[in-house]
């Protein structure tokens, strides 16, 4: 199941959509108006969207300072640098080096996901905590059926749970017990400096000579892949 974690107030179909964009535009501006940041991750699976016993739960941690960002879940690193970006499988022993890409503190596209909605709601919350409902077209490119998530009276995330569309085994290879999955990421311990992230540089993980990019001495024994020639 571990491949899973590699996201009543009622309103209109015709005004969802600019109010949906209302409450990100106030998501986006309070993450992107800060030029460091920290938060603790925490992703919880379940068996059945109803279900409370958690199947799998593991930690991770997102951190931005300028244009350089990271993000770890489990036995996964993601680092982007200026010009490089680097996906780091410790269990496999693979560094995944390709162009610089955009990470950001959330697991879904808050923006382009409204392209797919078939209908949302937003619902008030009696601690003044606001949940969003994003019901989810039936495409077979689009994993989720329904992705929620909530945020508080200022307009952090607190949470976002991802209801799959298609079932998954949590039996074995040889009996199968099948089920819809619902992962929760909690977000927790917002910290506005990261100064950890100051002492990390590209030649901690790879060399690059001529062109040719292999693993630093800490990571000798790890395959490079390089996607940044295709």
Known sequence: MKYLIYIFIFISLSSFGQSYKDVVNRINKNYSNLSALQL???YR????????????????????????????????????????????????KVIVVSKSVS???????????LSVCK??????????????ILILKNM??????????????????????FYYAGQSNFGTFFEQDL????????????????????????????RITNDVITPAVKYASYEIINLRKN
């Open 45 to 92: 699976l379940y068996k059945g969207y109803t279900d409370t016993k958690i199947v799998h739960e593991y930690t991770g941690v997102y951190e931005k300072n300028g244009l350089k960002t990271y993000r770890k879940i489990s036995d996964a690193e993601f680092i982007n640098f200026k010009d490089y970006a680097l996906k780091i499988n410790h269990k496999e």
């Open 179 to 206: 089920d819809f999955a619902k992962l929760e990421v909690i977000y927790s311990k917002l910290n506005k400096a990261t100064p950890r992230l100051n002492t990390i540089e590209l030649q901690d993980y790879i």
């Open 103 to 113: 990470l950001t503190a959330f697991d879904v596209d808050l923006e382009q996901t």
């Open 140 to 161: 077979n490119d689009i994993p989720y059926s329904q992705v929620r998530f909530v945020v508080d009276k200022n307009f952090w995330i607190n949470s976002m749970t």
């Open 119 to 132: 209908d949302i709601k937003i619902v008030k919350k009696t601690n003044n905590s606001t949940e969003i």
């Open 40 to 42: 603790q991750l925490t």
